[in-house]
Structure formats: structure tokens, C-alpha cells
């Protein structure tokens, strides 16, 4: 009797593995080149997330008590959101004297797919600005700056990768036009 229980647990500890969804959604790859000409965007190469079951579930066992919640589709209780960063996503070579007054903003593109992760992120948000290791000159400086981006609604992605636009902006604290 306690062997079947314990070979019950394991089957469902297995079926709820197999059954987990693995997405992958957007953490950093290659950093972006040091930018030549002044006030032009360089980005990584292609920055990926990848999102572990764990992320969306709030726990990755499941357990069955009877033969009826053995044999039942596994429900599963996600979490309401995941973070992740991208913390060195752009550089940008910008004059020395406006370094101080520079400010990024990011905006999440929605896609037509309503399964895409990316348009269930209700934050984009700097990680900040600062300079950059890049060789400049007396007149320049090269900045860089990440994202931070919060995905909420977890339980609607499924299995795949998804791909998703972000939209940069770099201005001076004192205007929002991009630079």
C-alpha cells in the first residue's frame, strides 16, 4: 500500500514535469558594440529571456491523494508575475556635457499574437543610465543603459519562443524628444 502511494506521487511528479510549459520569452547575449558616431543607438545582439517553469508556476510538484486526482488533467496555480533584466541593452556616444542631463525610456510594442507574453508586460522600466567602458575622447563619452521588464498574466503562455519589440528613446531630462 505505501509503495503504490509513493509510485502514485512519482507518476504525478512526472506527468506535472512533462506537462509544464517551457517558453522561452527575452537576459543579455552578446553587448553592444562601442557606438562611433555620436547620438546613435548601438544594441545587443539579439537579448533573450528565458523563462523557467518555475517562473510562471508557483510550484513545480503537484501530489494526488486518490486514483480519481491521479488520473485528472493537473491544474496548476502560476504566479502573477515574473521580472527580468536586461541589463546592459544599448551604448550610445554622446557629448560630455549633456551625460548628466540623459534620460531612457522604454515602451513595449504589442504584437497581434494575444498569447505573446510581451503584450501582457506592464512595466519597461530604465535600469538607469552610466558610463559606458568604451574609449571616448575630450568631447564625447559613450553611455549605456538596461531594462527591467515585469510580465504579467502568466498563465496564458504557452509552449514556444515569442519574440517582442521594445521601443528605446534617449532624451535630455528636460525634453522628451528622442536624441
Same mark, same amino acid.
Given at each position: 500500500m505505501n509503495?503504490?502511494?509513493?509510485?502514485?506521487?512519482?507518476?504525478?511528479?512526472?506527468?506535472?514535469?512533462?506537462?509544464?510549459?517551457?517558453?522561452q520569452a527575452l537576459a543579455d547575449s552578446a553587448p553592444p558594440s562601442c557606438p562611433v558616431d555620436s547620438y546613435e543607438l548601438s544594441f545587443s545582439s539579439s537579448p533573450t529571456i528565458a523563462l523557467k517553469p518555475l517562473d510562471l508556476l508557483v510550484s513545480e510538484k503537484g501530489f494526488a491523494t486518490t486514483q480519481q486526482e491521479l488520473l485528472a488533467s493537473p491544474s496548476f496555480i502560476y504566479n502573477s508575475s515574473t521580472t527580468r533584466e536586461i541589463s546592459l541593452l544599448w551604448r550610445m556616444r554622446v557629448k560630455t556635457e549633456d551625460v548628466s542631463s540623459l534620460k531612457a525610456k522604454y515602451t513595449l510594442i504589442p504584437t497581434s499574437d494575444k498569447l505573446n507574453p510581451f503584450n501582457n508586460a506592464s512595466k519597461a522600466e530604465s535600469l538607469g #543610465?552610466?558610463?559606458? !567602458?568604451?574609449? $571616448?575622447?575630450?568631447?564625447?563619452?559613450?553611455?549605456?543603459?538596461?531594462?527591467?521588464?515585469? #510580465?504579467?498574466?502568466? !498563465?496564458?503562455? $504557452?509552449?514556444?519562443?515569442y519574440f517582442g519589440q521594445l521601443k528605446v528613446c534617449i532624451s535630455r531630462q528636460d525634453s522628451n524628444e528622442c536624441l
Open positions: 509503495c503504490q502511494r509513493k509510485l502514485k506521487k512519482y507518476v504525478v511528479v512526472i506527468a506535472v514535469l512533462l506537462a509544464l510549459p517551457q517558453p #543610465i552610466t558610463q559606458s !567602458s568604451c574609449p $571616448g575622447d575630450n568631447q564625447t563619452t559613450v553611455v549605456e543603459g538596461g531594462v527591467r521588464l515585469t #510580465i504579467n498574466n502568466l !498563465s496564458t503562455i $504557452g509552449k514556444g519562443e
